[in-house]
């Protein structure tokens, strides 16, 4: 099993994955150098049989649970991501972030199980939170998921806005755009928009430095169709991370939104669909695709922009903007 395993990683590197000549990294293993280069290719499949070679070696990493968790996760293989960020707490039950990750598996998990058992993953995904907090007040990404948490969950799992308030107050104490981000996203789960849009422009205004919660942002901003507030995020993105293609995603709506320069969304749009990963947090090729037709439309090219829904009803057939388009398209 081992031998063929490691084979399978030689093969992977050298087919699709490590540019030539590259080698892995000093002191870290082939399959888990492999398995990260995989995960960011997106190819979760693939990361996980390199994790699992590189547990066998190495069976006291907890490093290697964490990725084989996020990868479950991308996978949609819930309980899986359970059991390995369970045994990542289990090697290491100091370490926030793997109390974090494991929140968040018992977290998806529970958005698709039956009420009773959702009842129980929810009781989880809180404690695993609240932990994650407790071990590392500065771990921003896990006081946002505990805040979430409490501003959307129903009392008999421990939810509670009140509950959120002192963690919101503290985020603000320590990183002003973190904690307006908190109180602008517990007003979101409340469909308080008008109060959301307040917070979210103070988080952009006041130096936002993490692109998830930027672009989180950004999709805040696409539902309520806010072309400005899209721009301000794609500005706010590109100065915390200047590769991050997502930028071109948010811009590229802006500018369909406005209803202007069309030929240059659909650049952009293009340009994402090369270069973004198909991970969580991002949006999917469906959403792009259906923008892209949207951009076509705008353009006077009806033809190409049907291929275009199309194209987005195929990677996701719920998508109900590209419906809606088709049959708009169907009509003229």
């Given at each position: ?28 293993p ?32 907890g490093?290697?649970y ?134 979210f422009?103070?988080?952009?205004e ?39 293609p997502?930028a ?44 892209l ?34 049959k ?5």
């Amino acid at each position: 099993m081992w031998l063929g395993k490691s084979i399978l990683a030689a093969v992977f590197c050298v087919s699709s994955l490590c540019p030539e000549g590259a080698a892995a990294q000093p002191g870290i293993p082939v399959s888990l150098d492999a398995a990260r280069r995989a995960y960011e290719a997106s190819q979760y499949a693939a990361a996980v049989q390199f994790l699992q070679s590189a547990a066998a070696a190495d069976p006291q990493d907890g490093e290697i649970y964490l990725l084989l968790t996020k990868s479950y996760i991308e996978l949609s293989q819930f309980d899986a991501a359970i059991q390995s960020a369970e045994r990542a707490v289990l090697l290491a039950s100091q370490n926030s972030q793997y109390h974090r990750w494991l929140g968040k598996a018992y977290g998806e998990k529970a958005e698709r199980a039956s009420w009773f058992s959702a009842l129980s993953l929810a009781k989880k995904t809180r404690k695993e939170f609240e932990i994650a907090v407790k071990l590392d007040e500065r771990n921003f990404a896990a006081r946002q998921d505990l805040i979430e948490f409490y501003c959307s969950a129903p009392g008999i799992v421990g939810g509670g806005e009140d509950k959120a308030l002192p963690h919101i107050a503290r985020l603000e104490e320590l990183d002003a755009s973190e904690g307006h981000y908190a109180r602008g996203n517990c007003r979101r789960q409340k469909k308080d928009f008008t109060a959301a849009d307040i917070e979210f422009t103070k988080a952009l205004e006041s130096g936002a430095k993490a692109p998830d919660l930027i672009y989180d942002i950004g999709d805040y901003a696409l539902k309520q169709s806010q072309p400005g507030r899209l721009l301000a995020v794609v500005e706010a993105g590109l100065k915390a991370a200047p590769s991050d293609p997502r930028a071109d995603f948010y811009r590229a709506a802006a500018y369909i939104l406005k209803k202007e320069e069309p030929a240059e969304a659909e650049r952009l749009l293009r340009a994402y669909l090369k270069r973004a990963p198909l991970r969580t947090g991002y949006p999917r090729p469906a959403a792009a695709h259906e923008w892209l037709g949207r951009a076509l439309e705008l353009q006077g090219d009806p033809a190409a922009a049907r291929k275009e829904y199309q194209a987005a009803l195929q990677a996701d057939p719920k998508n109900k903007g590209a419906h809606e388009a088709l049959k708009r398209l169907d009509k003229n």
